[in-house]
Nanobody
Framework: QVQLVESGGGLQQAGGSLRLSCAAS????????MGWFRQAPGKEREFVAG????????YYADSVKGRFTISREYAKNTVYLQMNGLNPAATAVYYC?????????????????????WGQGTQVTVSS
């Protein structure tokens, strides 16, 4: 069992930056793929970024590529999402996710990853 706790959300102006953190419990963190999803009001949850257990492969949705950066810090069992160049379209609840595997196919600008474990989410609001 993996427990995930997100932090770092909040209100930011367009063009600004935020860094989300996700602290994972358990000694399996180093063997799990980690990632971020988001869900905007009235929309389905969508993939944002993912990183394999080794950090050797990283995936981004086209909508955030070049502006968001995912990273992981093994010593702290934490995965981060650095979000730069924020715009109002980024307003959503952001969820951390984990799974033993990161097996996903690219389709229509994103990846169809289905992780098993989820955090409770953190709200990000970007004002124009």
């Amino acid at each position: 069992q993996v427990q995930l706790v997100e932090s770092g959300g909040g209100l930011q102006q367009a063009g600004g930056s935020l860094r989300l953190s996700c602290a994972a419990s358990g000694r399996t963190f180093s063997t799990y793929a980690m990632g971020w999803f988001r869900q905007a009001p009235g929309k389905e949850r969508e993939f944002v970024a993912g990183i394999t257990w080794s950090g050797g492969r990283i995936y981004y949705a086209d909508s955030v590529k070049g502006r968001f950066t995912i990273s992981r810090e093994y010593a702290k069992n934490t995965v981060y999402l650095q979000m730069n160049g924020l715009n109002p379209a980024a307003t959503a609840v952001y969820y951390c996710a984990a799974d033993p595997q990161l097996s996903a196919k690219y389709h229509s600008g994103s990846y169809d990853w289905r992780p098993d474990y989820w955090g409770q989410g953190t709200q990000v609001t970007v004002s124009s």
